[in-house]
């Protein structure tokens, strides 16, 4: 049964800390997603890939949030310096698309992130 | 712009009743749709999807939903509600424009009464 995971499932950080949150995209997946959710925003979508490359991170604070595939295997979130209004769940998704086609993505169990 | 639109925030049925959440979007040619149900603790799970065919759409779990063009509606429905549905529902719309991007609505969250 493929799955997207996701590592850690929860992080407790104070302020200021460097978090890294990784994703391992179902195997044969080419686009991987990274969202947030908090209770007052809903679902925001912070960056795209497709084959690796970043298409879209125009959710994304770019001062302190960075998102990257290093490989096909694995997508990283990291946000240097969190602050107390990061917390919140991230999730990442993932989805096998052709063209400009949009297809189906498959979420992981997020990561449950606090700063304190 | 393209956006999507659940009305409902909260809605409580009883447990065996019939359950309609409602899914709305704006746009002006049929998108892809999606109904989407996230567990308290858990991601997202796929119920269904429709891309184009047979307007009407059999899912997991013993959902279904109903694609109507006229009023650019994808409704989610079950014939009898179980404790176990319980949950926070999302419908995601993907518009062309967007590329391989969904739109999602701010969710309705399902309580069942026993």
């Known amino acids: 049964d493929a799955r997207v995971t996701q590592t850690p499932r929860h992080k407790v950080t104070e302020m200021g800390q460097e978090v890294t949150m990784r994703c391992q995209p179902i195997l044969g997946h080419n686009t991987v997603f990274w969202y947030r959710q908090t209770m007052m925003q809903g679902l925001e979508l912070l960056a795209y890939f497709r084959n690796r490359a970043p298409l879209d991170d125009s959710g994304m604070p770019k001062d302190r949030f960075s998102a990257e595939m290093p490989d096909a295997t694995l997508a990283t979130l990291k946000i240097q310096p969190s602050e107390p209004r990061d917390s919140a769940v991230y999730f990442c998704a993932s989805g096998l698309a052709s063209g400009g086609h949009t297809d189906t993505q498959y979420f992981g169990p997020g990561t449950r992130l606090t700063v304190l | 712009a393209q956006s999507v639109t659940q009305p409902d925030i909260h809605i409580t049925v009883s447990e065996g009743a019939s359950l309609e959440l409602r899914c709305n979007y704006s746009y002006g040619a049929t998108p892809y749709l999606f109904w989407y149900v996230q567990s308290p603790g858990q991601g997202l799970q796929l119920l269904l999807k429709?891309?184009?065919?047979?307007?009407l759409v059999q899912g997991i779990k013993g959902f279904e939903a109903e694609f109507k063009r006229s009023q650019s509606s994808f409704n989610l429905r079950k014939p009898s509600v179980h404790w176990s549905d319980a949950a926070e529902y999302f419908c995601?719309?993907?518009?062309?424009?967007?590329?391989?991007?969904?739109?999602f609505g701010a969710g309705t969250i399902l309580r069942v009464k026993s």
């Open positions: 429709y891309f184009s065919g047979d307007t």
């Open positions: 995601a719309v993907g518009f062309m424009e967007y590329g391989n991007k969904l739109v």
